[in-house]
């Protein structure tokens, strides 16, 4: 992913990219609190117009209690540990916790409740590894909260009113955190098992997958909890791994015990899973220096505090606290430009236009000051066979991640050909790095000044023609006709969501079977 601020200039941003531009002006953590939010509001009509029988004044207490309760123990615990609270993180657990637990009236159910927003809030801290929660939060509140037996976690949002509303929340939240193949393979894997289960009970195969989708948490599973960024493995394979072996665990039917088949088990096993494949724990990163790559953008230098594990194309996300909200919070991901085999790691950034408060924070950083890195991730990595040729193609900053593969050396002996797309020759970030990469690189600037000095132009016209139109859009067309072989290249694609949704189109329509897409959200 990468900081890209605005769609490159001449390229008609298509609905994909509107949507993503707008969905990724929200944060993660602010779309998941929305949705949640407006998925509660909608419970509470509901049970107004008769569709829910809880009755309004339980369920209101029930939503207080649950939020009140996070809120202020995360607040409480974040003193004690000397840590910068995250408020939203909370009320998520919060609005979580409303919809798991059966909203009651009854003293020990409501203890119970309450015992799961406690122990929600704590495992943030106590079942942590370097600053890194292990566990989804409201799963680890109701699985042990179950072990005691004060109340059990009934999931009650799997309920067919609720699915005018939740199956949109689900899909806008999968779009956003960029996960529906992840949440397909689940839901498939969970869908059969429970469908099989219900066929041998006599019920029609219709019937069946009606049951897992509308009367099963299945959907409200995926969307809100197993998908969470932070408790997930790196790389794509593992996630869809991972889904088939929690879909599995959710969906057949088994008691050892005390353990007995639940979603949040299913969850809590997974996430455990998860963590043993990836990076584990925060790292703490001291920044070295700063230097600028144009007059628009800066490259950052950090020592890591431990190793740190990554394949070039992949980004780690920087926690940046500041004291001014702005509502797009303190977790930025960029992509690592560097060598894995560098002592240090370095990120390519816009550092233009109007920024965020956190990306703010990171600009006042002085050599010595630390900030922390909570994940690794990302699967925008070369083909395995170096026989195999690729089409390169970045818009701005989105130039990033191939800059980590320069580095690395993996571009070295492979036929590669790489496509700039710049505003002018003053704004192509790593000239000097693309000058002496070795492989054909291609730079086209949309006003028409031509690429800086000892680089090619990317122009369709026959040569002696002049350049091609200052802001004309590159099209399928001129892709050909700059990558005749392109069909037979695999493309990655890097920038803006607007910029990468157009690029990946019009590579379609040059030919290219394979495009990989590296789209920076909102950061």
């Known amino acids: 992913m990468n900081p890209v601020e605005t769609p490159q200039a001449g390229l008609l941003p298509s609905l994909a990219g509107r949507v993503g531009t707008a969905v990724g002006k929200l944060t993660m953590y602010r779309l998941i609190l929305l949705v949640l939010a407006v998925l509660a509001a909608y419970s509470l009509l509901l049970d107004v117009l008769g569709w829910l029988t809880f009755g309004i004044l339980p369920m209101l207490a029930h939503l207080a209690l649950c939020l009140v309760l996070t809120y202020a123990t995360n607040r409480g615990l974040a003193a004690v540990?000397?840590?910068?609270?995250?408020?939203?993180?909370?009320?998520?657990t919060?609005?979580?916790?409303?919809?798991?637990?059966?909203?009651?009236q009854q003293l020990m159910d409501a203890a119970g409740v309450a015992l799961a927003c406690v122990l929600a809030s704590a495992s943030k801290y106590a079942l942590a590894w370097r600053g890194r929660h292990i566990f989804n939060p409201a799963a680890a509140g109701a699985f042990i909260t179950g072990l005691t037996g004060l109340n059990i976690a009934t999931w009650w949002a799997?309920?067919?009113?609720?699915?005018?509303?939740?199956?949109?929340g689900v899909v806008l939240v999968l779009y956003r955190t960029r996960k529906v193949l992840m949440a397909s393979v689940f839901t498939a894997v969970a869908t059969a098992i429970i469908t099989v289960e219900l066929l041998r009970a006599g019920m029609t195969a219709g019937m069946g997958v009606y049951q897992a989708?509308?009367?099963r948490p299945v959907l409200f599973f995926v969307g809100f909890m197993l998908t969470e960024p932070l408790t997930l493995p790196p790389r794509r394979w593992q996630q869809l791994a991972l889904a088939a072996v929690v879909g599995i665990l959710f969906a057949v039917p088994y008691n050892l015990g005390i353990f007995a088949n639940s979603p949040e088990a299913a969850l809590l096993a997974g996430n455990l899973l998860a963590f043993m494949a990836g990076q584990r724990g925060a790292v703490k990163l001291r920044l070295v220096g700063t230097r600028p790559l144009t007059p628009s953008t800066t490259e950052f230098s950090f020592e890591p505090s431990r190793l740190v594990r990554f394949v070039p194309g992949q980004y780690m996300e920087l926690d940046l606290p500041h004291g001014k909200r702005d509502g797009k919070g303190r977790r930025r991901v960029f992509s690592l430009t560097g060598s894995p085999r560098d002592r240090l790691l370095r990120f390519g950034v816009q550092t233009a236009g109007p920024m965020s408060a956190a990306k703010k924070t990171l600009l006042e950083l002085r050599p010595g000051d630390e900030v922390t890195a909570t994940s690794v991730g990302g699967d925008f990595v070369l083909p395995r066979d170096p026989r195999r040729p690729v089409l390169l193609i970045a818009a701005g900053i989105g130039i990033t991640p191939f800059v980590s593969h320069l580095s690395?050396?993996?571009?070295?002996?492979r036929d590669a050909v790489l496509l700039l797309l710049a505003r002018?020759?003053?704004?192509?970030?790593?000239?000097?790095e693309l000058r002496n990469s070795g492989i054909r690189v291609l730079v086209r600037v949309a006003d028409g000044s031509g690429p800086p000095p000892g680089l090619a132009p990317a122009s369709s016209r026959p040569e002696g023609a002049g350049p091609d139109t200052p802001g004309q859009r590159l099209d399928g067309a001129m892709l050909t006709a700059l990558v005749p072989d392109i069909a037979g290249r695999e493309v990655y694609v890097s920038g803006s969501p607007a910029s990468v949704a157009a690029?990946?189109?019009?590579?379609?329509?040059?030919?290219?079977?394979r495009v990989h897409t590296d789209s920076f959200?909102?950061?």
């Open 81 to 92: 540990f000397r840590v910068n609270p995250h408020s939203e993180s909370s009320l998520i």
């Open 94 to 104: 919060g609005l979580l916790l409303y919809f798991l637990f059966w909203p009651s």
């Open 158 to 168: 799997a309920t067919p009113a609720m699915l005018w509303l939740v199956v949109p």
């Open 213 to 215: 989708l509308a009367q």
């Open 408 to 413: 690395a050396g993996g571009l070295r002996d």
């Open 424 to 432: 002018s020759a003053g704004e192509v970030a790593y000239a000097d």
């Open 503 to 513: 690029l990946r189109r019009e590579a379609r329509r040059a030919g290219a079977r």
């Open 521 to 523: 959200s909102g950061y």
